[in-house]
């Protein structure tokens, strides 16, 4: 009885840190969105084939993806 609640409350308690579990999956799925929008941003500096200081042609269409693919096309139209 004293082993199986050991191995239980073992168990519970690494599954409370797991990084995959599902209260942490936002989280994630949050970094996965910024990282794609990084490289939208990327694309659209690289696009105008210009140096990386071209920032006001660049800003408000990188912002615009940022917003889509953060926050949704809701978001988006606002800046628009």
């Known amino acids: 009885e004293k082993i199986v ?15 995959d579990a599902p209260s942490s999956s936002g989280f994630i799925n949050s970094a996965k969105q910024a990282t794609l929008a990084s490289f939208h941003v990327t694309w659209h500096i690289a696009r105008q084939k210009k140096p990386h200081n071209i920032a006001e ?9 940022m917003a889509r693919i953060m926050c949704g096309d809701e978001s988006s139209r606002k800046l628009q």
């Open 5 to 19: 609640l050991f191995f239980e409350r073992k168990e519970a308690h690494l599954k409370r840190q797991r990084l």
């Open 57 to 65: 042609k660049l800003i408000k269409p990188a912002a615009i993806d």
